[in-house]
């Protein structure tokens, strides 16, 4: 049977299980990368691993996230960082060298290598046919410290791509289609295979737009073949001896296949507050728009900004538009100074900021009460632009370009064609930037800044679960309700004691006060409880606050991981109807939590002592995370087999 490249990727760094969907693997990782909002705590958590020096192939510590310095919390826990991975053996990438995954695409993706990231978009690099997966921050230090990365053996579906793109559709379209086919659940245990003819017709910086924002999809990762483009591009980057050939076999078989004709794809836009809610632009064309943001780690390549240069070179962003533009990474910033690009930006009126992941993330450039700001990012949930009274549309750089100059959405068929976009033929190659690693032996003095707080830990898992309902959410809860960014609560992603305090805050400001009052509870939730990001303050800071288990739907992968990592329990309604039969300020009593978790199928029964009934709930765990759980999570568990 022919084989697709993520078995054989798989295959080649399985450390322990079978390849057959739903089983449990364990896979080997080769380079790690974190941020600076996710860092910190994976970097103290691989301290508390007492293991001196990384042990694998290429681990770099980014900063991108926290940049604006209001406090002093920021730079504190940069120097934190950059003193610790000189100290324990990794890159550091400094402030203003660009966003983790442009940077590790560019400098550091290697084909057929296995990339764990504490960050849910690590799969950019994908679009290099790397094996690249987002996980929390304790996984990234434990797979640091040599450990293997565990997860359920994915499906694999591919997605055969064929033709190319005509007019304005653009690499962002093709993963927008994927996300109106699939929704942001659609791919939870998934991994997404692009194979087929129409894959030459997209070079690799188009393929890690539609790997990166394969993440809203909730899928493990997507991924790209290894071919004569992938190997260009790393020649570009002077890396050409890390290319190697990675192709499906002719007969590879997938588990489930999508098939898209690229020719026949047109500009999609996702509507607010999701990235699932994608309409045909022509449908919403006209509609008025008062901020432009092209950038972020989807599509903030060379390309990407200079089509955007290219589009408003000569005019002035319209004058109800605040325009703002974010190169990727400082090499990319440089190109298209060197090209002209930057000055026609200027020109325009645009806003230029440095090279980081900026209002993606809330961080400066939020949008005005109840207007609309169209941007070439990967999510726009409710709040995360940093207010919830503002709507957030997704778009490829090229429609942000024309929305800029029109003001609203545009109808492209006023626009004529899109501008060429000369490729560059020579890079500006400079990683000056980039801080190697202390030789082994060299004394290094890690810098701790005040705001910086030991993470804590969970106790055993208790046997039997008790207390209120403190919140009950609807579906798709993103970990941006349940522990949002921005440029208050970021700085504190050091010190749990203070982030907890913002636990919720989006749906319920008074979850923190009652919480502690009330001596901690169970959450109730819908389906996709957790979508988006990998941050594990999601997990860690309602733990804090005495959080014990999370009764749901269903969950997203990445925050369903986390919170066994923190000895959270992980309940599944097995019968959806039960969910409407539960309230908040319920008390629930899960009994037999050890069976249950150990015994694995036969699930628990919880008790609702308010109401004076009782239901099924499925504890599905495998072998790996009930010994995690049970010692009450990843870091204590460690310690036992240390
Ligand atoms: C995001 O896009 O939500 C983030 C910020 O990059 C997160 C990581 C974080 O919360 O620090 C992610 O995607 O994992
Ligand atoms: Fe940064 Fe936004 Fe990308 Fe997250 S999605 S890594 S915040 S640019």
Redesign the pocket.
Known sequence: MGKNIVHKILESHLVSGTLAPGEEIAIRVDQTLT?D??GTMAYLQFEAMQVPRVKTEVSVSYVD?NMLQTGFENADDHRYLQSVARKVGAWFSRPGNGICHQVHLERFSSPGKVLLG?????PTSGGAAMLAI?AGGLDIAVAMAGGAFHLKCPVVVGVRLEGALTGWASAKDVILEVLRRRTVKGGVGKIFCYHGPGVENLDVTQRATITNMG?ELGATTSIFPSDRLTKAFLELQQRGDTWSELLPDNDAQYDDLEVIDLSKLEPLVAMPHSPDAVTPLKEVAGTKVQQVCVGS?TNSSYYDLMVTAGIVKGRKSHPDVSFAVTPGSRQVFEMIAASGGLKDLIGAGARILESA?GP??GMGQVPGTGSLSVRSF??NFKG?CGSTEAGVVLASPEICALAALDGELPDVSRHGDPPPVEPATEIIIDDGMIVPPAPEGEEVEVVRGPNIKPCPVNEELRDKISGPVLLKTGDNVT??DI?P?GTKV?PL?SNIPRISEHVFSQLDPTFPSRAKELGGGIVVGGNNYGQ????E??AIAPMYLGLRAVVVKSFAR?HRSNLINFGILPVEFALEADYDKTDQGDELVIEGVHEAVRGGSAGVTVTNKTKGTSFKGRVALSAYEREVIMAGGLLPFTRQQA
């Open positions: 941020q909002a996710t996230h504490s960050d849910s978009h690590t987002g993440a780690c992941c993606c993330i990967n999510r995360r970990t941006d522990m960014a970021l992603r988006g990001s990998s941050r303050h999601a990445i």
